[in-house]
């Protein structure tokens, strides 16, 4: 469980250097850090400057906080994350998502690259995620809960709102992009995943794979923020691809996609009902 002083510790440092008034907060995965540059940026903050904060050595991950606005609206959004395969621990990556509870985000967007396990999907495709499965079998709210920040028992039964998935596909519909929807599956990283598994997840009900989000989603829920999650489909998973997984693909998929992602998210940002 977090530390209810380190998180009001960063808070403060952060409130410090910008009058944070945003209800909506965006973390961006891998390859979509170029959404940040869109934003009419009022101010940028290095994770490296903000306490109890850490950092990720991943390319595409710029590690800052860039206060925006929206059409005159302010957001706050996480321009790359920090991985558990990097060595952090699960309270360490969820960090961030805790601060952004006590700056006052009420909706939380989680963005990531992945691995389509549904073979219906094709890489470039925008997937609405509708639950989520374990694998890692790790808990950021595992240890003494703390009520100040929330129950000791959260319901993730919805942890997905079905409301803010319902205005992303009416965006989607504006911009004339289809959006799939699916579960999410979280495992460890950094290897790829081994065509077994796939299978496996596969027969689990997943519908697209990757190595981060779950961690952020489970503390947004005990948070009671209102949670959206949108995996861009890099890939397709391994044993269902015919090549050879890697990096390169991801971030090139991500680059030739970039723009359309960019445009869904200012049409969802837009909606009087994120407010």
Same mark, same amino acid.
């Given at each position: 469980?977090?530390? &209810?002083?380190?998180?009001?510790?960063?808070? =403060?440092?952060? =409130?410090?250097?910008?009058?944070?008034?945003? !209800? /909506?907060?965006?973390?961006?995965?891998?390859?979509?850090?170029?959404?940040?540059?869109?934003?009419?940026?009022?101010?940028?903050?290095?994770?490296?400057?903000?306490?109890?904060?850490?950092?990720?050595?991943?390319?595409?991950?710029?590690?800052?906080?860039?206060?925006?606005?929206?059409?005159?609206?302010?957001?706050?959004?996480?321009?790359?994350?920090?991985? &558990?395969?990097?060595?952090?621990?699960?309270?360490?990556?969820?960090?961030?998502?805790?601060?952004?509870?006590?700056?006052?985000?009420?909706?939380?967007?989680? /963005?990531?690259?992945?691995?389509?396990?549904?073979?219906?999907?094709?890489?470039?495709?925008?997937?609405?995620?509708?639950?989520h499965i374990n694998t890692v079998g790790k808990n950021p709210l595992i240890g003494a809960n703390d009520e100040r920040m929330g129950v000791?028992?959260?319901?993730?039964?919805?942890? &997905?709102?079905?409301?803010?998935?319902?205005?992303?596909?009416?965006?989607?519909?504006? +911009?004339?992009?289809?959006?799939?929807?699916?579960?999410?599956?979280?495992?460890?990283?950094?290897m790829f995943e081994t065509p077994a598994e796939i299978r496996a997840y596969e027969i689990m009900g997943g519908s697209a794979v990757g190595?981060?989000?779950?961690?952020?989603?489970?503390?947004?829920?005990?948070?009671?923020?209102?949670?959206?999650?949108?995996? +861009?489909?890099?890939?397709?998973?391994?044993?269902?691809?015919?090549? /050879?997984?890697?990096?390169?693909?991801?971030?090139?998929?991500? !680059?030739?996609?970039?723009?359309?992602?960019?445009?869904?998210?200012?049409?969802?940002? +837009?909606?009087?009902?994120?407010?």
């Amino acid at each position: 469980m977090h530390k &209810y002083d380190q998180v009001m510790e960063a808070a =403060k440092y952060i =409130k410090s250097k910008v009058d944070v008034q945003a !209800k /909506t907060a965006i973390v961006l995965g891998s390859g979509l850090s170029g959404f940040a540059e869109k934003v009419e940026k009022i101010a940028e903050l290095a994770y490296r400057d903000i306490p109890h904060f850490c950092t990720s050595k991943v390319e595409g991950h710029k590690n800052r906080l860039v206060v925006g606005e929206v059409q005159g609206r302010q957001v706050l959004v996480l321009q790359g994350r920090y991985h &558990y395969y990097e060595g952090y621990s699960v309270e360490e990556i969820s960090f961030p998502i805790r601060v952004l509870q006590f700056l006052g985000v009420e909706k939380l967007i989680l /963005t990531n690259a992945s691995g389509a396990v549904d073979r219906s999907f094709v890489p470039g495709d925008i997937m609405l995620i509708t639950d989520h499965i374990n694998t890692v079998g790790k808990n950021p709210l595992i240890g003494a809960n703390d009520e100040r920040m929330g129950v000791r028992f959260p319901d993730l039964s919805r942890l &997905y709102s079905e409301r803010l998935r319902s205005l992303a596909l009416k965006a989607a519909a504006s +911009c004339e992009i289809t959006l799939r929807e699916g579960v999410y599956v979280w495992t460890s990283g950094p290897m790829f995943e081994t065509p077994a598994e796939i299978r496996a997840y596969e027969i689990m009900g997943g519908s697209a794979v990757g190595m981060s989000t779950v961690p952020e989603a489970i503390v947004a829920a005990h948070a009671k923020m209102e949670v959206l999650g949108l995996s +861009c489909i890099s890939n397709m998973a391994a044993g269902i691809s015919q090549g /050879t997984l890697s990096l390169e693909e991801v971030f090139d998929t991500m !680059k030739e996609n970039e723009d359309r992602f960019t445009r869904l998210m200012f049409e969802i940002l +837009c909606d009087e009902e994120m407010k």
